[in-house]
């Protein structure tokens, strides 16, 4: 298994790939949270057996491409929130992010999604994209500053199931173009 990518240290973050560990901590620090799921595609936990799932989910993911779900931590190892990679072919992925509520507002998503990009690119990624609920300001704003640019509203096409269950919602689809990774990009 390739696990080059397993991890990626910014100035104030790390992002890492879960482990069965994480269960608990996921669950208690933004899972359950109903605030924070409100924008997100995936239904609220109520119980940690539904962050388990997420966890089998994750290792498949990271069996199957390069890079997939991660932990964003502090350097302290305190969890704050996830992102990741979601490949759907090896030139192409889909990013999130999810942060607890207490750690909102600290420019943590920005620099959380401006590692990725260099992770998706050394991945061999060619564009990222994002979707987000056409409500969902901050987060556009956050993909905005990462340098994604608006593709337009495409209408009725994701369930937001803690939002309007049983519905389709409008999203802004983002997209960024990554250009080619080469040796010289390595800092
Ligand atoms: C959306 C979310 C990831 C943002 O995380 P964050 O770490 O607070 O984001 P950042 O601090 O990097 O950037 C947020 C930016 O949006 C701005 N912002 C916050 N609320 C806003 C709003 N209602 N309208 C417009 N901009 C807003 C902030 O001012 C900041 O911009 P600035 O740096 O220019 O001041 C976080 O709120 C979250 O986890 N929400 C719950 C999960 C979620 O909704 N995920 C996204 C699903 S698409």
Redesign the pocket.
């Known amino acids: 298994m390739d696990t080059a990518f397993e991890r990626v240290e910014t100035a104030r973050l790390v992002l890492r790939r879960p482990c069965a560990a994480d269960v608990e901590a996921i669950f208690r620090t ?1 899972a359950s949270d109903p605030d ?5 595609g995936w239904p609220r936990h109520v119980s940690v057996e539904q962050t388990a799932a997420f966890l089998t989910f994750s290792d498949a993911e990271w069996r199957r491409w390069p890079a997939g779900p991660y932990l964003v931590c502090s350097h302290d190892g305190t969890l704050l ?1 996830g992102t990741g990679l979601a490949f759907e072919a090896p030139d192409c992925a889909a990013t ?4 607890a509520r207490t ?9 959380a999604v401006q590692a990725l990009l260099d992770v998706a690119r050394q991945c061999g990624a060619r564009v990222l994209y ?4 056409v409500d ?7 993909l905005e ?1 990462c340098g994604f640019v608006s593709e337009g509203i495409v209408r009725r096409y994701a369930e937001f199931p803690n939002l309007s269950p049983g519905q389709l919602s409008d999203v802004f689809k983002y997209s960024r173009p990554l250009a080619p990774w080469t040796p010289s990009d390595r800092k």
């Not at 924070?36 to 997100?40: A, H, I, K, N």
């Not at 999130?96 to 942060?99: K, P």
């Not at 969902?136 to 956050?142: F, G, L, R």
């Open positions: 933004y924070v799921t409100r924008y997100l929130g999130g992010y999810v942060f750690a909102w507002g600290q420019g943590y998503a920005t620099e994002a979707l987000c609920h969902h300001w901050a987060s556009a704003h956050v500053k």
